[in-house]
């Protein structure tokens, strides 16, 4: 069964640093999400992204991150410097057309120190 | 927006009891998701309601959709341990908003 699927699943970075979250998206599907959950906290929306551009952000999406498909499978979050509230884990999403299913992938829990 | 609430926030019961859970939401919709999150991993997609439904079955799982009363209920039937995890239901299209969550125990 298709599954999304992202690296690593657990990263551990120091305060200030770049970090480079991985996500490789089902292979038909035309709409890629981020979202990120806070330790004991609701699943928040950061992004959605379609046809090479981002579509939707929330107010958490400022100018500390950026999306990117690089090419024709990944689909990455990248988080410049980095603060201590951004610990939490990320989840990347996809799905065929906006109102379908949603699937996610494991996760990526960042760490910073 | 179209924030969903999942109420009660924990439930525990016996195994091979139904549980079910409920959920609000404040705007009209296109359709209502429930989702499955063990602890500390992902979301498991489990069941799309569309808003021109009232209800739809997969496998033990019955989701109904009330959008005069903006709710939607889970019920899981002879639950298992393995039912053991937190649910949430969410709305919106490209822009998922999920509720808190129900934090689900199947007590062997």
């Known amino acids: 069964e298709p599954e999304v699927t992202q690296t690593p699943s657990h990263q551990v970075t120091q305060m200030g640093q770049e970090v480079i979250l991985r996500c490789v998206p089902i292979s038909n599907h035309l709409y890629f999400y981020w979202y990120r959950q806070i330790l004991g906290q609701k699943v928040e929306f950061l992004v959605s992204?379609?046809?090479?551009?981002?579509?939707?952000k929330s107010e958490i999406f400022d100018d500390q991150f950026s999306v990117e498909r690089p090419d024709g499978s990944n689909f990455t979050l990248k988080i410049r410097s980095t603060k201590l509230e951004d610990s939490a884990m990320y989840f990347c999403?996809?799905?065929?057309?906006?109102?379908?299913?949603?699937?996610f992938g494991q996760g990526t829990r960042l760490t910073v120190v | 927006s179209q924030q969903g609430e999942e109420d009660p926030q924990a439930l525990s019961i016996q195994e091979g009891e139904n549980a079910t859970m409920n959920c609000s939401y404040k705007?009209?919709?296109?359709?209502l998701q429930w989702y499955r999150q063990n602890s500390g991993r992902g979301l498991v997609h489990l069941i799309l309601?569309?808003?021109?439904?009232r209800e739809k079955h997969s496998g033990r799982l019955r989701v109904t959709l009330d959008t005069s009363k903006k709710s939607s209920s889970l019920l899981i039937t002879a639950s298992r341990a393995a039912d053991t995890a937190s649910y949430f239901c969410?709305?919106?299209?490209?822009?998922?908003?999920f509720g808190q969550g129900t934090r689900l125990t199947i007590n062997p």
């Open positions: 992204f379609y046809n090479n551009e981002i579509s939707e």
């Open positions: 705007t009209s919709i296109n359709n």
């Open positions: 969410a709305t919106g299209a490209q822009k998922l908003v």
């Open positions: 999403a996809s799905s065929s057309f906006p109102q379908a299913e949603a699937f």
């Open positions: 309601i569309r808003s021109n439904e």
